[in-house]
């Protein structure tokens, strides 16, 4: 399946080789048409799922960025559109494939730590996965990861001091936490997310966390980023709607690129 997509992808990228993946969340998606060089529609690449998410184009777009080769999807496929554990982490195999060594994960996300406020950016130090199910169950490929892989680390500390710095030194404020995955589409309930703040969550969001460990069972170095679009459920009395995540992260998107490009500079 990797050699076709490959074999598919090269038809447009001439064996372009990034080195670093980005995966663009909800309302995140400019980045990747300021600097779109190739772009190919996931509905032609083999294999790929189809995502259908408002915010999400869904495509995979090519770019140098800061003299860095990049591969970015501008959009995601989730665990409740009705795709496979399989399904939604196959691009991170493919990026992989390609050549990527370093990953940014973005995603918007639900604040559950009560001194976060929406339009803030979180830098994901540790995540809990509470989806249900885990993507490396199957058979497995050892020419990809072992069996059994360790996940004491999936967010490269290194990484995390530079992105820090970074950070300070361009007085972009960012913040420390876990994030939460759920499986969705349906918000947490309020029980749940004080189930979540009890368990040590700071942020909820549905997506990253499948990514993150076939990133980390493939190899490669992970940077996680939320931007925390609204709060959870039972954090304020506003009730949750998507919109309110397109809106916030339509406001934040200039701090949020201006973090990913410094970051790219620096790695």
């Known amino acids: 399946m990797i050699k076709d997509t490959l074999d598919y992808i090269e038809m447009y990228t001439d064996n372009y080789q990034p080195e670093i993946g980005i995966v663009l969340g909800s309302g995140l998606g400019e980045l990747a048409d300021e600097y779109n060089e190739i772009s190919i529609p996931y509905s032609k690449i083999p294999h790929f799922a189809k995502s259908t998410v408002q915010g999400h184009k869904g495509q995979l777009v090519f770019a140098r960025i800061e003299n860095k080769k990049v591969v970015m ?3 995601r496929n989730h665990f409740y559109e009705g795709h496979t554990m399989q399904e939604i982490t196959y691009p991170i195999k493919v990026m992989k494939a390609l ?22 950016l979180m830098i994901i130090t540790d995540h809990i996965n509470f989806m ?36 300070r ?45 076939v990133a980390n069972y493939c190899g ?34 200039a701090k949020f690129k201006k973090l990913i490009l410094k970051i790219l500079q620096n790695i």
Request: proline share 4%; aromatic share 6%; charged share 20%.
């Open 73 to 75: 999807m501008q959009g």
């Open 99 to 120: 050549g990527v060594k370093t990953i940014i994960l973005t995603n918007a996300a639900g604040a559950i730590n009560k001194s976060f406020r929406p339009g803030d």
């Open 169 to 213: 030194m361009w007085q972009i404020d960012v913040k420390h936490g876990v994030y939460i995955a759920s499986s969705g589409p349906s918000y947490e309930t309020p029980a749940e997310i004080r189930m979540a703040r009890y368990m040590g969550a700071d942020a909820a969001g549905m997506s990253t966390v499948p990514e993150a460990i």
């Open 220 to 253: 490669m170095k992970v940077i996680g980023i939320s931007c925390i679009s609204n709060y959870a459920s039972g954090i304020s009395s506003k009730k949750l709607s998507h919109d309110e995540v397109i809106e916030t992260t339509n406001n934040v998107k």
């Open 132 to 167: 249900g199910a885990n993507p490396l169950v199957g058979a497995n490929d050892e020419t990809l990861g072992t069996r059994f892989p360790d996940m004491s680390e999936i967010y490269n500390k290194e990484l995390i001091k530079i992105i820090d710095k970074t950070a």
